[in-house]
Structure formats: C-alpha cells, structure tokens
C-alpha cells in the first residue's frame, strides 16, 4: 500500500543551525501539507503546497520556514536558524482528490533542539 | 476556543464497552474527519463526514454530524485493547486549504 515516507526520523540540532526534513508523498498524490506536534498535543497546521507553489500558510510558518518540491517526488521542509520551541514532531501529508479530502501522514520526523 | 475541540480531553474504559467521543467547531465545513494517532505514529484517517450527511458508519465507528449545532461524535463500538490511541477530528474549513485539527481525545481501553 502506498505511504508518505519521512526522513530523519530523529534530529538532534544545537539552536541556531538548520534543518531540512524530507518527505515523499504518495506518488499520485498532488496536495502536500506540513504539520507539527508539540509533544503529543495539538497537531498544528503550517503549510500547504499545491502546483508548485504555497496554497496556505499559518502565523507559526513564517521567514523561518521554507518548503521545496525539488523534483518530482520529494518535499521539503526547512527550518532556517532552528530555536529551542521549535523541538516538536513534524508530519507531512499529501492528498489525491481535493485539498479536502483524506490525508495520508507519514510518521513524522522529531526534532529535538538543544 | 478554538476549531475543532475534542471532548473529553481523556477517556478510560473497560474493552467490550463503547467509547463516545466528541469535537466541537465554529466555522462552516465542506466535511469533518477523524483520525486515530497511536503514541509516537503518524495519524490514520478514520473516517470522512460531508456537511450535507448526518450519520456515516464504517465498521464499528459511528460518526454522527449535527451542522446546526456545530459539533460531531465518533462513537467505537465494541472496544478492543488496541483501539488505545489519542483520536483528532478535523474540520475542511470552507475556503481554506487546509485541515484543522483539534486537541484530541486519549482513549484508554483497559483489558
């Protein structure tokens, strides 16, 4: 069965430094979506991506945070000069059908900021 | 408050009973879903409501959706111990291009 597949699955960063998380959506799939947890509590809306090109994005994702379809699998998140609140699960999703359909996570990647 | 408030916060019961969740909203909805999120894991899409259905089954879930009131109920029938989990409503709020998620309700079913 097809899966949103996400890399690192752990990060260890000192503040200041960047990140990049990687994910690749289902392979049909053409709505793109990055989501963060802050230790098992609210999943948190930060950015959608749809026709290269951000649909929607929320007060958290600001200058700090950039997102990349590099090719035609894999999508990015960077976070540029990473801080100590930025320690959270980071989820990517894609949906197929609508921007409102089911979307399919992967299984996150957990940044730890030190 | 905020879209999409899950209650209650956290449920514990024993397996073979059913557990009824609920989520409260505030903006109109193109559809409501549910997902189920196991400790540490991505989230799981449970199930798919349309503003325009009031009562969808799958399996042992029942989701019933009141538009008038602006809430929804995720009902599991039958609890087993691996239906353990925390389980997030999320409203397609018309007009935006995203999901919004609420807080999440920790079910615990104890064997």
């Known amino acids: 069965e097809p899966e949103v597949t996400q890399t690192p699955s752990h990060q260890v960063t000192q503040m200041g430094q960047e990140v990049i998380l990687h994910c690749v959506p289902i392979s049909n799939h053409l709505y793109f979506y990055w989501y963060r947890q802050i230790l098992g509590q609210k999943v948190e809306f930060l950015v959608s991506f749809y026709n290269n090109e951000i649909s929607e994005k929320s007060e958290i994702f600001d200058d700090q945070f950039s997102v990349e379809r590099p090719d035609g699998s ?18 990517c999703a894609s949906s197929g059908r609508t921007n409102t359909g089911e979307l399919f996570f992967g299984e996150g990647s957990r940044l730890t900021v030190l | 408050s905020q879209q999409g408030e899950e209650d209650p916060q956290a449920l514990s019961i024993q397996e073979g009973e059913n557990a009824t969740m609920n989520c409260s909203y505030k903006t109109s909805i193109n559809n409501l879903q549910w997902y189920r999120q196991n400790s540490g894991r991505g989230l799981v899409h449970l199930i798919l409501i349309r503003s325009n259905e009031r009562e969808k089954h799958s399996g042992r879930l029942r989701v019933t959706l009141d538009t008038s009131k602006k809430s929804s109920s995720l009902l599991i029938t039958a609890s087993r111990a691996a239906d353990t989990a925390s389980y997030f409503c999320a409203t397609d709020v018309w007009g935006a291009q995203k999901l919004v998620f609420g807080q999440g309700t920790r079910l615990t079913i104890n064997p």
Not at chain 1, 74 to 90: G, H, P, Q
């Open chain 1, 74 to 91: 894999n999508f990015t998140l960077k976070i540029r000069s990473t801080k100590l609140e930025d320690s959270a699960m980071y989820f």
